[in-house]
Structure formats: structure tokens, C-alpha cells
């Protein structure tokens, strides 16, 4: 009996810290797809188009981290319409012709996370930074049917270049004051509390950039935090959340949803969550 082979993997770089391949390698397993694999590929943004172009036909998906999804999308001969939304793709599905098909499962696993952790519409939403996750937010408020967006980010200019993404989407964002430790306390308070007011608080802040803003949040017990991080974890924003009897959400949450939606496109067959959530969490503790 031969065995079809079947392979995946995900490309960025820095790669080898990335726990996806424990996510969907156990995926397989526990659907029973013999022959699928899915392993780490260290990819620079300007080498992703001639590694894909370079990839054979026993290729079926591909799941796209720092720094190559806005590169995704230019390999990809369709793309969903919440992928050009917020022109980042994390994933590359193989179609049977050999073109590719560029998604953002980011957005729809934000908002799985997101309502589990008990967010309806009308809420309003919070966000710590301005980057590529912050354009997959703006996504995930759209389809939440949030109220509004306010974004702090240290760069102004970078608030300003999400303007047309929510525009684009329905959403109405503002802009809010990065919260700067070293202005007095009385300030940082109340910056901080305009941000904590929100029903949802989202960082999407590298490691450590939020730290500092961890003792200044007067959290309502309401509120939930979505912190994009997971190691380490907790991170202060997120124990100081917690400790306060707020929903807290980590990156870990999300990377299990979006790793889901990605192993449902690429095999067509009904993600084992049970057994993937399990070895992701093993994973995490060893």
C-alpha cells in the first residue's frame, strides 16, 4: 500500500521557537492522516517567493509568520477578502490547478478567542500598538460588530497608516496617547484608565513593551485583555489583569484557533481540537 504524502509548514524568521508543528503534527495523528507532515522553515520575507515557487505538488499548505504575510499575499493567485482587507495573509492554501490561495485565519481565530472569552457587539475596543496584528483586530472588531477602536501606539504615524484599513472595513478607530511611564504618575493613570475603560484591551506590543504600564491600570472587573504574547507568560499586563478578576486571553489561545482554521484548509477534514489544544499545552508546560 503506498501512502500519499501530504506536507505543510510554517515559514518566518526567527522560526525555531514556533509550537505549530506540535499543534498540527498532533492534528494529524488524531484524524488519522498518515502520510502529512508539517515542519519549521526559516524564511525571510524577501526569500518567500521563490521558496514557494520552488515547493512540489506533495505541498499542501502553508502557514506564514513574521515577517513574510504581507509577502504572502503577493505569491497567491486569490485572496479572501479579509486577507486584502488588512493586506497580511498567515496562510497559503496549495489549490488542485498548483496556484495558491492566501487567507488570514489571525482574524477569524481573534474573533473565536475573543467571543469565548465572552465579547458581544457593541463593545468597545482597545489596542495597545500598531502593527500587522493590529490590522487583524480592526479585522476581528469588524466582525464583532465593536462599537469603535481606540489605538496608542509610540509611533503616531503608524496609528495614522491604519486609518484606511478600518475605513475599509466599517470601523470607526481613533486615536489614543501612548501611556508614557515617565510622565507623572497622576498622567499615566489617567492615560492608562482611558485605554482600561474599554470592554476589550488588546496588546499587540513585543515582549516587555507593555510592562510598564502593568501598575498603572485600574482594571474594571468587566474588562477583557487579550494579550498577543505567550512566552513569557503571564506577562505583567496580563497577571495584573488577572489578579483584578478580568477575562484574560494569551497568544497561545490564538495560536491554537488560527492553527485550527488553517489545518481544516489544508487537509478539508474537521480539526481534532481536543487533541491539538492537548498537545499544545504539553508542549507549553515542557
Known sequence: ???????????????????????HNAGYAAAGLTGWSYTRI???????????????????????????????????????PVAAAVGAANTLVRRPDGSWYADNTDVTGMVEVLTEAGVRPGATVAVLGAGGTARAVLAAAAQLDAAGVSVAARRPAAVAELAPVAAALGVAMTAAPWPEALRSEVSLRSEVS???????LISTVPKGAADELAGAVRWRPGTVLFDAIYDPWPTPLAASAASAGCRVVSGLDLLLAQAIGQFEQFTGVPAP??????ALAAARIG
Open 42 to 80: 526559516e524564511c525571510a520575507a524577501t526569500e518567500l517567493a521563490d521558496l514557494v515557487a520552488g515547493l512540489g505538488p506533495e505541498w499542501a499548505g502553508l502557514s506564514v509568520t513574521m515577517p513574510g504575510k504581507e509577502a504572502a499575499l503577493a505569491v497567491a493567485a486569490e485572496v479572501s
Open 194 to 200: 482611558l485605554l482600561a475603560g474599554a470592554d476589550v
Open 273 to 278: 481540537r481536543s487533541a491539538m489544544a492537548a
Open 1 to 23: 500500500m503506498t501512502v500519499s504524502v501530504h506536507r505543510a509548514a510554517v515559514l518566518g524568521k526567527p522560526i525555531a521557537h514556533s509550537l505549530s508543528p506540535v499543534i
